[in-house]
T-cell receptor, first 115, second 113 residues
Framework: DADVTQTPRNRITKTGKRIMLECSQT?????MYWYRQDPGLGLQLIYY???????NKGEISDGYSVSRQAQAKFSLSLESAIPNQTALYFC??????????????FGPGTRLTVL | AQSVTQPDIHITVSEGASLELRCNYS??????LFWYVQSPGQGLQLLLK??????LVQGIKGFEAEFKRSQSSFNLRKPSVHWSDAAEYFC???????????FGKGTSLLVTP
C-alpha cells in the first residue's frame, strides 16, 4: 500500500462549489504539506503543518483552507472553487526526525478541474 | 529571496546518449538540494539529495548530481539514458517556510529511439 494517499484522484466541479481534498499517510511523519502544480510553474506551497495544532500558510493560501484532523490526516478545502484553481494538487510529508530539513514524500496527486 | 532556475523547459535525447539537466539556485545559506522525477500520472519521486559532504551525489536509477557552490549549481547527470527515463524532472532547494521546498519549474525529458 502507498505510504501517502490522496482522495479523490480526479475531480470535476463547478464554480462556487465547496471541495475537500484528503490526504492520509502511514509513514508516521509529523510534517505535512499541500502543494499546487500548474503546467510550467513547478510546485507552489499552499499550506503546511508541523502537527495537529500547528498550521501555517504557504505562498499561495488565498482561497484555500486546511484541517489537520490527526497526525496522519491533512485535508485541503476550497470553500468556493473558481476556474483558476484548476490544477494538480499534491500532499507531501516529512519527518522532523533529527531536525532540519529532510526529504519529502509525495502522494500521487489529485487532478482538480473547476468549470 | 531563494529561488531555483531550471533553464531548459524541454530536452530531447536519444536512447543511450548521456544526459545533463541544469539547475541553478539562489539561497542565502548552505542549501539542501534535491532532484525529483515525476512520471506521467504519478507523484514525485526523490532521485537524490545533497545536504553536505561529498559534492558528487549518487541517486537511484543511475542518476548522479554535482553540487558546485561557486556556480550555484546542482546539475543532474546520467551516462546512458533509457526510454523509461522520459519524465518531468524537478530541482528543489530548501529549507523554505516550514521546512518546505522551493521547486524549479521543471524540465521535461523526451527520449527518442
Amino acid at each position: 500500500d502507498a505510504d501517502v494517499t490522496q482522495t479523490p484522484r480526479n475531480r470535476i466541479t463547478k464554480t462556487g462549489k465547496r471541495i475537500m481534498l484528503e490526504c492520509s499517510q502511514t509513514k508516521g511523519h509529523d510534517r505535512m504539506y499541500w502543494y499546487r502544480q500548474d503546467p510550467g510553474l513547478g510546485l507552489q506551497l499552499i499550506y503546511y503543518s508541523f502537527d495537529v495544532k500547528d498550521i501555517n500558510k504557504g505562498e499561495i493560501s488565498d482561497g484555500y483552507s486546511v484541517s489537520r484532523q490527526a497526525q496522519a490526516k491533512f485535508s485541503l478545502s476550497l470553500e468556493s472553487a473558481i476556474p483558476n484553481q484548476t490544477a494538480l494538487y499534491f500532499c507531501a510529508t516529512s519527518d522532523s526526525g533529527t531536525g532540519g530539513l529532510n526529504e519529502q514524500f509525495f502522494g500521487p496527486g489529485t487532478r482538480l478541474t473547476v468549470l | 529571496a531563494q529561488s531555483v532556475t531550471q533553464p531548459d523547459i524541454h530536452i530531447t535525447v536519444s536512447e543511450g546518449a548521456s544526459l545533463e539537466l541544469r539547475c541553478n539556485y539562489s539561497y542565502g545559506a548552505t542549501p539542501y538540494l534535491f532532484w525529483y522525477v515525476q512520471s506521467p500520472g504519478q507523484g514525485l519521486q526523490l532521485l537524490l539529495k545533497y545536504f553536505s559532504g561529498d559534492t558528487l551525489v549518487q541517486g537511484i536509477k543511475g542518476f548522479e548530481a554535482e553540487f558546485k557552490r561557486s556556480q550555484s549549481s546542482f546539475n543532474l547527470r546520467k551516462p546512458s539514458v533509457h526510454w523509461s527515463d522520459a519524465a518531468e524532472y524537478f530541482c528543489a532547494v530548501g529549507p523554505n517556510s516550514g521546512y518546505a521546498l522551493n521547486f524549479g519549474k521543471g524540465t521535461s525529458l523526451l527520449v527518442t529511439p
